[in-house]
Structures are given as C-alpha cells and as structure tokens.
C-alpha cells in the first residue's frame, strides 16, 4: 500500500461548480498535510495546509481532514478554468511524502 | 519572491556520464531538496540537506550523491548516468521552521540514452 494515495484522474467539472479532490493516507499517526498544485510545465507551489486539529478555509479552497477514514479532501467552490492543474496531496512524515497527483480539468 | 533556479532546463546526457544538476536559492533558506517526478509516481525525494556539509538521504538516493559546500547550492550528481535515470529533476528548499512550505525550481528534464 502506498503511503499517499490520490486518484491521477482527470476529474472533470464546469466552471462554477465545486471540484473536490480526494487524497488517503496509510499512516494513522500522520499530523499534517499540505496541497500543492501544479500547472503544466511548472512547478509545484503551495496552496494549503491543515493539522490534525480542523479543517481550513482560504477563499474559494477549502481543505477537511477525515481522521476515521484517513483522508483529505481539497474542495474548490466555484471552480474556474485557471484551477486547471495537478494538485499534489503530501503528508508530514519529518519529510514530505507526496502522492502522484490528481489532474483537474475545469471546462468553461 | 523566493527564487530557486537550476541550472538547465533540459539536458540530454550518454549512458555512464556524469552528471551534474546545479540548484540556487537566493532567499537564505537552511533546508533544500531534491526530487524526482515520474508519471504515475509523484515526487520521490532523493537528498536533502539542512545545513552547509549536511546531507541526508531521502526515499530513492541509490545512483545519485549531492554536495552542499555554501548555503544558497545544493548540487545532485549522477555518478553514472543510466536510462533508467532519465526523469524531471525538481529542486527545493524552505526555511528550518516551515520546513513543509518548500519552493521549486522549475525543474531541469533529463534525458539518458
């Protein structure tokens, strides 16, 4: 079993609908998780965090973490055709393990 | 703006070369980083470093060895390259206390044939 799990997709949504990304994680103990999303050609970048104490919200992404079931969800409200990319679930291990992407494709 | 930069963007290389991909950070930053990414395999780290003369070896360092002899370079050497070895190569780094916040390079794609 890997250790970060995400779905390569592509997931496809209309513009203006919520795109939700999955991402399950093997380690129970696990603390914290990040998002990073990558457009084609370049480089990962980082657009959120969560602990294991709650869900987080900044702007239109909100990122939940479902403990019981192991897993972390990124939901985009109002997705936009710019939201177009891979997004990369990671978990804290004292290093960064990264799942292998799941790519969104939002269709105007 | 944190700016990390390699030093080639795309390098094509023979089978039993060494190689050497160069990666600096302008921002001070204590922690960098080397990955690989493959499709359908993520990011893999390869080496990592949080000091000067500091290495630490990631989930996949067999074939690759690194150097960080100043703070703002952190070098990945392929000691003889194999196709196997052909990949996009990402470098990072990030501050000790944000260690999870890393900033990419835009990454150099090697081609070994």
């Known amino acids: 079993q890997k250790e970060v799990e995400q779905n390569s997709g592509p997931l496809s949504v209309p513009e203006g609908a919520i795109a939700s990304l999955n991402c399950t994680y093997s380690?129970?103990?696990?603390?914290?998780f990040f998002w990073y999303r990558q457009y084609s050609g370049k480089s990962p970048e980082l657009i959120m965090f969560i602990y294991s104490n709650g869900d987080k919200e900044d702007g239109r992404f909100t990122a939940q973490l479902n403990k019981a079931s192991q897993y972390v969800s990124l939901l985009i409200r109002d997705s936009q055709p710019s939201d177009s990319a891979t997004y990369l679930c990671a978990v804290n291990k004292g290093k960064l393990i990264f799942g292998q992407g799941t790519t969104l494709q939002v269709k105007p | 703006d944190v700016k990390v930069t390699q030093s080639s963007r795309y390098l094509v290389k023979r089978t039993g070369e060494k190689v050497f991909l160069e990666c600096v950070q302008d921002m001070d930053h204590e922690n960098m980083f080397w990955y690989r990414q493959d499709p359908g395999l993520g990011l893999r780290l390869i080496y990592f470093s949080y000091d000067v003369k500091m290495k630490e070896k990631g989930d996949i360092p067999e074939g690759y060895s690194v150097s960080r002899e100043k703070k703002e370079r952190f070098s990945l050497i392929l000691e003889s390259a194999s196709t196997n070895q052909t990949s996009m190569y990402l470098c990072?780094?990030?501050?000790?206390?944000?260690?999870?916040?890393?900033?990419f390079g835009p990454g150099t794609r090697l081609t070994v044939t």
């Open positions: 380690d129970r103990g696990s603390q914290s």
């Open positions: 990072a780094s990030s501050l000790v206390e944000d260690a999870y916040e890393q900033y």
